[in-house]
């Protein structure tokens, strides 16, 4: 079995994790690769030479097919290690070594454990679906998928509007900071903190999120994920820009963007005893009493 490690350079770790990592992998007997600027990481500060065949680059190429792809970081760095799975089914696991943490639910202190489920075959897998986006990106975008979101943004101090279209049928034109399309997976993302609903991840809708809407009497809306949302970006006195999960690019007034489910979506891996439920609770902490 392969495990694809993928972690971001600017991650924060202490001493011992990644010693403590690749000793995990070599007492389970796991065949690895790493990506390019967590092998320098792994190099500079644990000693650790990984093998130049072992280390791939902006794409994971092909792999063996029970190979599972484990992202270490925050849920920025998962949704990162997922654009470069290119929409490749490779399961991904999530250690959670940021704050939040929705997408990387396992805790980092629990290495043994986490290896010990993928080379049992115990980790759960969830299918999540992704966005598929089509537009007027200004350069090459090497992919159209997301994991959470495609959200318009302004960017200066005026206000932009965004005309939606859902199924063809006028939704809705936003005059405001912008607007949000999530998946389920997503709404605990960008759309919570714009007002959206929280979601369950295997409900079958995408939700549009208004961005500090003008017209007060605007809210999100939860639409089936067989639409195609269609959004037109006109501005007067402000530039904006289109996000893609973490991915930024600059756009114009009268740029337009398709947004529908895509074909594919990826397998989400979940330690065993971790339901989304009880990260809801945990991260959010419901239930507990602040009263006294």
């Keep these: 079995m392969r495990i694809i490690l993928f972690s971001r350079r600017q991650m924060s770790r202490t001493p011992e994790v990644i010693p403590q ?26 000693g650790i030479e990984i093998p130049p065949e072992w280390i791939y680059d902006r794409h994971v190429g092909e792999q063996p097919l029970d190979s599972v792809m484990v992202c270490y970081g925050g849920d920025g760095t998962l949704l990162e290690g997922v654009h470069r799975l290119g929409g490749r089914q ?7 070594a940021g704050h939040l943490g929705f997408l990387t639910s396992a805790p980092s202190e629990g290495l043994d454990r986490i ?21 007027d990106f200004g350069r090459g975008e090497e992919s159209h998928l997301a994991l959470n979101e495609f959200a318009v943004q302004r960017l200066g101090a005026g206000m932009i509007s965004v005309e939606t279209h859902v199924d063809d049928q006028l939704a809705a ?9 999530s998946t389920p997976t997503g ?16 409900c ?47 756009t114009t007034s009268g740029s337009t963007f398709r947004i529908r489910r895509a074909e594919q979506g990826i397998l989400l891996a979940i330690a065993h005893n971790i339901s989304f ?14 009263r006294s």
């Excluded at 000793?23 to 644990?46: H, M, P, T």
Aim: aromatic content about 8%.
């Design 115 to 135: 290896f010990g489920e993928i080379a049992s075959g115990k980790l759960r897998l969830e299918h999540r679906s992704l966005l598929h986006v089509e537009g």
């Design 187 to 202: 709404s605990t993302a960008y759309s919570l903190s714009a007002g959206g609903p929280v979601v369950a991840p295997t």
């Design 90 to 96: 490779i399961p991904v696991m999530g250690i959670n």
């Design 21 to 46: 990592l690749f000793d995990a992998l070599k007492r389970f007997g796991f065949d690895y690769r790493v990506n390019i600027e967590f092998a320098e990481c792994v190099r500079q500060s644990a």
């Design 277 to 290: 439920y009880d990260t809801l609770r945990d991260k959010m902490m419901w239930g507990v009493d602040i």
């Design 173 to 181: 034109t936003y005059h405001g900071d912008g607007v949000i399309v």
């Design 204 to 250: 079958a809708c995408m939700v549009i999120s208004p961005l500090a809407p003008h017209n007060l009497t605007m809210r999100p809306i939860v639409i089936p994920d067989s639409s195609v949302i269609d959004l037109r970006i006109r501005t007067r006195h402000s530039e904006s820009f289109v996000m893609l999960d973490n991915r930024t690019y600059p």
